[in-house]
């Protein structure tokens, strides 16, 4: 086994000109062997303050023998980073913690159906009592979260009783920012 | 079986004077024995930031003999485009996926009481707590979704077998 790659998160803007949305991708390379692989703090064009939609598909699936879940991890410092020492089991952060589940089970589904999730920071005071929705069975429904306000954020998945096949996950975040 | 056929979007303008709302339509024709059938994206006058409403309706039953969905679906980039070839199975896109369904069964019901829907972008800070209808039976309620808010969009008919030939109809009205 060997780190994961995570790449930097690229930003830019995607659709008609006056309408168009704030849109960062970055890949993460989960290599054979570890527990969990995560993306890179959330960038700056990311307003933490908004809504935003989460979009995560996979190259195959993360652990054809068990179950991988997609989490949400919070970080409150600027020197905020998911540790990616190879093989560990324990899943940690520098100035930064599990914030939660998002998806219960990155299944082959989301090799060709992506997540996408509506992600509503708690402080966004217009939308209150909808219910999350964050399993795979429940996928029609649209998935959905409301989270605690973060400065920061990061993405991923891991498992617990099994290690990751090597898989490469794909995360998108789009925000209307203005 | 052959390849659907979905038009470009039209847009225009309807309504009096000062108050008129914008208005996006497009026809998709289902081919007989495909089980999905799909728009083109979105238009360039759809503002996704802020609420529309979609109505729907179709010429026939899609498929008298099974249950058809209509989902929504959205794309991430300019390339965003669904697939609507021969003999699909299943829906398919070009950087894009599947948001919700919007309606859990388009049947009969809809050639006749159309569907008008509510969407309200995520990111839209008004319009609060109010739960997702897609269900036909709660259509009188009236349809509406809070979705994720995206750069395209594409409405998306599948069905369990195979449709029947059709042709669907989708407006889209935005202030």
New interface residues.
């Given amino acids: 086994m060997a780190a994961n790659t995570a790449s930097a998160w690229t930003e830019s803007r995607v659709g008609y000109a006056s309408n168009s949305l704030y849109i960062a991708s970055c890949t993460v390379l989960a290599d054979t062997g570890n527990y969990a692989a995560y993306s890179l703090k959330t960038p700056r064009g990311l307003n933490v303050a908004k809504p935003w939609t989460l979009i995560a598909y996979f190259s195959a699936d993360p652990v054809a023998t068990g179950t991988a879940l997609l989490n949400l991890w919070g970080g409150y410092s600027d020197d905020f980073v998911m540790a990616t020492t190879p093989g560990a089991a324990a899943i940690t952060a520098t100035s930064g913690g599990h914030i939660k589940e998002l998806c219960d089970n990155t299944t082959t589904l989301l090799v060709t159906l992506p997540w996408i999730c509506q992600i509503t920071p708690n402080s966004f005071n217009s939308e209150g009592a909808v219910a999350d929705v964050v399993t795979v069975a429940a996928i029609a429904s649209g998935p959905k979260v409301r989270v605690p306000l973060m400065p920061y954020y990061a993405v991923g998945i891991d498992v617990a009783a099994n290690v990751l096949d090597a898989v490469t996950a794909y995360y998108k975040i789009i925000q209307a920012k203005d | 079986m052959a390849v659907n056929t979905a038009s470009a979007w039209t847009e225009k303008r309807a309504g009096y004077g000062g108050n008129s709302l914008y208005v996006a339509e497009c026809t998709v024709l289902a081919a007989v024995a495909n089980r999905t059938c799909a728009t083109l994206k979105t238009p360039?006058g759809?503002?996704?930031?802020r609420p529309w409403t979609l109505y729907f309706i179709t010429s026939a039953d899609p498929d008298a003999g099974d249950t058809v969905?209509l989902?929504l679906w959205?794309g991430?980039?300019?390339d965003f485009v669904m697939t609507n070839t021969s003999g699909l199975t299943t829906a398919?896109a070009t950087d894009g996926?599947?948001?919700?369904?919007l309606c859990d069964n388009f049947e009969t019901l809809l050639t006749t009481l159309s569907g008008a829907f509510h969407f309200t972008?995520?990111?839209?800070?008004?319009?609060?707590?109010v739960?997702?209808v897609?269900a036909v039976s709660g259509r009188a309620n009236g349809f509406k979704?809070?979705?994720?808010?995206?750069?395209?969009y594409a409405f998306v008919a599948q069905s369990g077998s195979v449709l029947d030939a059709h042709t669907e109809t989708f407006k889209i009205i935005q202030l």
């Fill in positions: 360039r759809l503002n996704v930031k969905t989902s959205g991430w980039s300019d398919a996926g599947k948001i919700l369904q972008p995520n990111s839209y800070p008004y319009g609060g707590v739960a997702d897609v979704v809070r979705i994720p808010v995206m750069p395209y």
